[in-house]
């Protein structure tokens, strides 16, 4: 049953990824034409040929990049990532086309690589801004040739101006990058290279009049791409439901709709999913992990018990316990439901799918100790341990067994009546070693070292967090 399902799943990835191929082709077919055919006039049967052999040239390297990001190793392949890299090649394209008609040393031809960089990582926006350069390249050449005039001198430095200014940005801009150091670096690097044209256009031209001519186009080939990514990283974190950091630093905000009821309906669990948010980005931050993606993912890892608040208790102020009345059965479900339920709000208000998974994670398949417990002293037959474990799926990444570990630390430490540093220091060996061995870490590549640094990392954080203070005397 499994096994077909997964054919099922199969099919459909597939036909999803020869439809994002073929609209990004009909896409750049149709650039081609409004580029080369109604704005340059020139005769459609004159490029037909040219146009069919682009066809068979774009599809293949759009194949080719989904090829190596499925083997790469790197980004995790979704439809969603693919869909992605092809939008931003796409439409660095067409901006290109077009620009180019007003000079080539207009062209934006770092908008790819600057976009997946932070979108994807260096792989990815290395091999993504390649292809691109490729396709740009032999669509000018192509038509250049076709029309009976010879390969543009500026193509080739313009294509290798490209690559090296796209190398080097690829390796310097990741997702950690803060806004205005990506602005600086876009612009720097872009700069950098631009003696690249400049040699060129010496070289072949042998004339310092044309030269003059052409610099003035510079500023649009220096800061184009960096403008251009600017503007079209909201709509892509929107369209595609993907995070940068400044997207998941918007997510932190108290005032976000989600995080405004919690805050209202259940003000325990929203301050508990604050103290979570703290430590887990001190860990992230200990094991080089995005540190804004932990933050985010424990805002809204407990966005579940808004399905019934008063069930959990932190939100029970001075109150009858509503689990009194029930069996350890019923309470338990109510209690475990919480992570898919969280999952589920999650996709309601648009939370990034990243986030809403980790929400779903963040219990894996432990038990609940506390409801099992109840269950063995109300009866005398046999209980299985099993009916009283959380649904699943067990993290997936090291982030979320992160949040998973800040998680039952926080809960357990804050019960705790003293703090002193070495109960503190068991309690969290303890949280780990059990999840260890119910084999909660057995889907992400995180390490002993990892968790060793996790642990000390969080034991030192409680310090802060409960530190001694005088009790002030009463005047
Ligand atoms: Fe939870
Ligand atoms: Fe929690």
């Known amino acids: 049953m499994n096994e077909i399902k997964q054919i099922e799943n199969n099919k459909k990835t597939n036909l999803a990824n020869i439809m994002i191929i073929a609209v990004c082709v009909i896409f750049m077919l149709a650039i ?51 869909g992605l890299i092809c939008f931003v090649i796409s439409i660095t394209y067409a901006i290109c086309i077009f620009i180019e008609k007003l000079s080539p040393y207009a062209m934006p031809v770092t908008l790819a690589v600057l976009l997946l960089s932070v979108f994807t990582d260096t792989k990815v926006a290395f091999l993504g801004n390649v292809f691109c350069v490729l396709m740009l390249y032999i669509t000018l050449m192509s038509l250049a040739i076709s029309g009976g005039q ?45 003696p690249l044209l400049i040699i060129n256009e010496l070289i072949t031209q042998f004339s310092f009049s044309e030269l003059i001519n ?20 909201p709509i892509i974190e929107v369209a595609f439901n993907v995070n940068s950091n400044f997207r998941l630093m918007e997510l932190c905000d108290h005032h976000r709709p989600l995080l405004l009821r919690l805050a209202k309906s259940a003000p325990g669990t929203f301050n508990h999913s604050l103290t979570v948010a703290n430590l887990a980005e001190t860990c992230a931050r200990a094991i080089n992990e995005n540190t804004y993606f932990a933050r985010a993912a424990a ?103 992160i949040i998973m570990i800040c998680d039952a630390a926080e ?61 002030y005397p009463e005047v």
């Open 299 to 401: 805002y809204y890892h407990d966005v579940g018990k808004l399905k019934n608040t008063r069930y959990f208790k932190e939100n029970q102020f001075n109150e009858a316990n509503p689990h009194d009345g029930l069996t350890p059965e019923v309470s338990c479900d109510i209690i475990r439901k919480h992570a898919s339920q969280g999952a589920d709000i999650c996709k309601e208000y648009r939370i990034p799918q990243e986030i809403a998974v980790i929400t779903a994670e963040h219990h894996g398949t432990m038990p609940i100790a506390y409801f099992y417990n109840k269950a063995k002293e109300i009866t005398d037959r046999e209980v299985d341990i099993k009916d009283y474990r959380y649904f699943g799926p067990i993290p997936t990444s090291k982030v979320a067994a």
């Open 150 to 194: 010879q390969m543009p001198y500026w193509l080739l430095p313009m294509m290798v101006f490209a690559i090296t200014a796209g190398t080097i940005l690829s390796i310097t801009v990741n997702r950690d990058t803060r806004r205005l150091t990506f602005i600086f670096f876009g612009i720097l690097i872009n700069t950098a290279c631009l």
């Open 411 to 471: 809960a357990t430490v804050r019960a705790m009546k003293e703090h002193d540093y070495e109960k503190v220091e068991k309690i969290v060996k303890d949280i780990i070693d059990q999840r260890l061995r119910y084999g909660q870490f057995d889907n992400c590549d995180i390490t002993l070292k990892d968790l060793a640094t996790i642990k000390d990392t969080i034991v030192s954080a409680f310090g802060g967090l409960y530190h001694e203070r005088i009790q």
């Open 32 to 82: 081609m034409v409004i580029r080369f055919n109604i704005i340059d006039k020139r005769a459609f049967d004159e490029t037909i040929f040219i146009y069919l052999s682009l066809v068979a040239v774009f599809s293949l390297c759009f194949t080719v990049v989904l090829f190596a990001l499925k083997h790469l190793n790197t980004v995790r392949y979704t439809v969603k990532v693919f």
């Open 214 to 233: 052409v610099l003035p186009y510079a500023p649009s080939l220096i800061f184009g791409s960096v403008l251009f990514a600017l503007m079209l990283q």
